[in-house]
């Protein structure tokens, strides 16, 4: 079996409801997840409380794109 080519390190902080802040290997700043149009509505998040932001799947659909 080959060794272990890369590992990523990070670190997830929920900061309130579906807002996160992820730090990631390379970045300077945190990212922020979160929720917006019609995935919050899926997941009950009322409009206006919280701020709009990219999802996870979001990131994993740009990387998959990408």
């Known amino acids: ?3 272990v080519a890369y590992r990523s390190l990070v670190r997830l902080e929920r900061v309130k409801g579906p ?3 992820a730090w990631l290997p390379a970045e ?3 990212v922020t997840f979160g929720t917006h149009g019609a995935v919050a509505a ?3 998040v009322a409009p206006g409380t919280v701020e709009p932001h990219a999802t996870t799947l979001d990131y994993v ?3 998959a794109a990408g």
């Open 61 to 63: 659909v740009a990387a």
């Open 28 to 30: 300077e700043k945190p």
């Open 1 to 3: 079996m080959a060794e």
């Open 42 to 44: 899926h997941y009950g």
């Open 19 to 21: 807002i996160r802040h």
